[in-house]
Nanobody, 113 residues
Framework: QVQVVESGGGWVQPGGSLRLSCAASGVFFSISDMGWYRQAPGKQRELVGTITWRSNTNYADSVKGRFTISRDNAKNTVYLQMNSLKPEDTAVYYC???????WGQGTQVTVSS
């Protein structure tokens, strides 16, 4: 049974940092490409970035230079380090197992003063 669980969301002031974690089980994690997506209120879900099983990364233009995706295959976990956060980064952030299109339940990130 596949399980994908995000954690680490919360409230942060503009300019602050958060690190999200995504723990996956029931998948061949070490050979799975993983993605982070987000959905703001009233908007469509959008790609934040992806990391291949070889740890090659790709980012949306809106987060390049501020966000970093990494993975720890020993822990079946992928991370999203978010720095220099802006109010427009406020959204529910979702982890996605790309190969089987499986979504986690999401974690809320709120950036405000």
């Amino acid at each position: 049974q596949v399980q994908v669980v995000e954690s680490g969301g919360g409230w942060v002031q503009p300019g602050g940092s958060l690190r999200l974690s995504c723990a996956a089980s029931g998948v061949f994690f070490s050979i799975s490409d993983m993605g982070w997506y987000r959905q703001a209120p009233g908007k469509q879900r959008e790609l934040v970035g992806t990391i291949t099983w070889r740890s090659n990364t790709n980012y949306a233009d809106s987060v390049k230079g501020r966000f970093t995706i990494s993975r720890d295959n020993a822990k079946n976990t992928v991370y999203l380090q978010m720095n220099s956060l802006k109010p427009e980064d406020t959204a529910v952030y979702y982890c996605h197992v790309e190969r089987i299109s499986y979504w986690g339940q999401g974690t809320q990130v709120t950036v405000s003063s």
